[in-house]
């Protein structure tokens, strides 16, 4: 039975759906509103730094382990989104799997298309490396785009021959910018977030106009997945890019690859941003919190 909470939440999303018309300026203002809207926890600490050129926000909260860390990579279609909104989503995500996290402010298209934003994330992974951080104790995580990235970013360092991370997540991951996925149209009216016509948006800024959708590097759905470490695919059943998830999670596994996946049944594009706000993303933060400690802490449930 869904929360009172989480019918609220779609109630309102239905009422104020994005308008993939908008100027990118007020489209990036009003999902920089989404996140700052969710007030992160009082003890929880957020510092930039220059990650080699990289602009990044450390998180920390009481429960994390310096040893052990999350890249997260945050969502907003390639075009939208800073750490800033998902503070109080990583800081619960570093509750959850008792680390800290360093957010990637990596560089958004249409100003910085395809690859700038995975050649930040690249960098920013190789100096948490440089930090003397072990790559057995570090995940990559993102959401939407993010989750993409997360891929493409595993992809990139297995083609550089650099150290892969002990685990990534993966939510509600955009994997095929080529848009094939049946979803996209038998989901669309369940969807209170996504259209077709805002992944036309995004994703052609994010490839520019020479871009190929079906780049493995940009749509990991298309690449050679074996040999990436263990991944945790969450994915709700009422969004467009449920089959991104899930033909992504099939061809990894026949790649030889650990693949947790989790499909919420009548769940939200990334549901559990919104743990702030209701029970269900909670559950969600958990799910990703168990992983979490299963690959950088050894705790087996």
């Known amino acids: 039975m869904p929360s009172q909470e989480f019918e609220a939440l779609l109630e309102h999303a239905r009422a104020n759906p994005i308008d993939p018309k908008k100027s990118l300026a ?3 203002q009003g999902f920089e509103a989404m996140g700052l809207a969710l007030a992160p926890p009082a003890d929880a600490s957020f ?18 382990e310096e040893g052990a860390v999350i890249l997260y990579l945050h969502g907003g279609g390639y075009i939208m989104g800073s750490p800033a ?9 570093c509750r ?3 680390t800290r996290a360093l957010s990637v402010d990596y560089r958004l298209a249409p100003e910085h298309p395809f690859p700038a934003a995975i050649d930040d994330a690249v960098k920013a992974y190789r100096w948490v490396l440089a930090k003397q951080v072990a790559p057995s104790r570090i995940v990559i995580a993102g959401d939407s785009a993010g989750g993409g990235l997360t891929l493409s970013t595993l992809l990139a360092l297995k083609a550089r021959g650099i150290a892969l991370p002990a685990a990534a997540v993966c939510l509600s991951p955009s994997t095929d910018l080529a848009r094939t996925g049946a979803s996209i149209q038998t989901r669309a009216a369940e969807d209170v977030f996504l259209t077709r016509d805002l992944l036309d948006v995004c994703f052609d800024s994010f490839l520019g106009t020479d871009g190929d ?3 493995p590097l940009a749509s990991p759905l298309y690449a050679e997945l074996s040999g990436l470490p263990p991944l945790l695919v969450m994915v709700g059943t009422a969004e467009i890019l449920l089959d991104d998830s899930l033909r992504l999670a099939e061809k990894a596994k026949a790649s030889g690859v650990e693949v947790e996946l989790v499909v919420g049944e009548g769940m939200i594009h990334v549901w559990s941003f919104f743990a702030g706000m209701m029970p269900e993303g909670q559950q969600g933060v958990e799910t990703i919190g168990v992983f979490i ?4 802490h050894g705790e087996r449930q």
């Open 293 to 296: 400690r299963r690959h950088l």
């Open 26 to 28: 007020e489209l990036r």
């Open 96 to 98: 959850a799997g008792r």
């Open 213 to 215: 959708p079906r780049n």
């Open 47 to 64: 510092v930039a730094v220059d990650a080699d050129g990289v602009k990044a926000e450390w998180t920390r909260v009481p429960q994390s």
């Open 85 to 93: 909104g998902y503070r109080d989503f990583v800081a619960g995500i």
